[in-house]
């Protein structure tokens, strides 16, 4: 079956513009993750959902950034007024329902570059 | 100090030899301990999942946890020059966060 997708792969913009960045899980999974990935480091958690609700965003480094899943499926990740220091891998990835310790399966990720 | 730790490499090691990962966590709590490997560009890729203490084995791949140590390892016997890549020691700290540690750089030289 298909896995997680991600559009686009690559993202450039200016600073100060808004982008949003898209992510498909793999069917059926119901917990959806969003991270970044900077060069040279692991991933950083940003957000989870579990269904359409966010059940931690405390990774979300600022109120610059913003994510909906609003079906419980496909999720959005916003970022608004976009900064240098924003540039970076931004990885989702989802699991079947969520629970401790349960495989995550990785997209590959936008890359955005902030200009 | 860092939640997960590990040392950043580059580690080099001869074709056939054992290549040894170490990680180590501060959150005493977690239960669940993961190796990923990723390749340059590319996303990460689970290879070994542990939960208890001991050894576990899958093919050349064996994942060692001692939980009173805070101390994760990942054995790559036979290394091979398709098994360079960055390998990512994650751990869940919550029901729902996986905190990953920097990665280890490996490099399989022939």
């Known amino acids: 079956g298909a896995g997680v997708s991600q559009t686009p792969s690559n993202k450039v913009t200016e600073k100060g513009k808004y982008v949003e960045l898209r992510c498909d899980p793999i069917s059926g999974h119901t917990a959806l993750y969003w991270y970044r990935q900077s060069l040279g480091q692991g991933p950083e958690f940003l957000i989870y959902f579990q269904g359409t609700g966010a059940a931690d965003d405390s990774g979300l480094p600022n109120d610059r950034f913003f994510a909906v899943r609003p079906e419980g499926s496909v999720s959005t990740l916003k970022i608004q007024r976009t900064e240098r220091g924003d540039s970076a891998v931004y990885l989702c990835a989802s699991s079947l329902t969520g629970t401790a310790g349960e495989t995550q399966y990785f997209g590959p990720g936008t890359r955005l570059l902030v200009l | ?110």
Do not use: H
């Not at chain 2, 060692?64 to 790559?76: D, E, F, M, P």
């Not at chain 2, 919550?94 to 540690?101: M, P, Q, V």
């Open chain 2, 1 to 110: 100090q860092k939640e997960v730790e590990q040392n950043s490499g580059p580690l080099s090691v001869p074709e056939g030899a054992i290549a040894s990962l170490n990680c180590t966590y501060s959150d005493r709590g977690s239960q669940s301990f993961f190796w990923y490997r990723q390749y340059s560009g590319k996303s990460p890729e689970l290879i070994m999942s542990i939960y208890s203490n001991g050894d576990k084995e899958d093919g050349r791949f064996t994942a060692q946890l001692n939980k009173a140590s805070q101390y994760v390892s990942l054995l790559i016997r036979d290394s091979q020059p398709s098994d360079s890549a960055t390998y990512l020691c994650a751990v869940y700290s919550s029901a729902s966060k996986i905190i990953f540690g920097s990665g280890t750089r490996l490099s399989i030289r022939p």
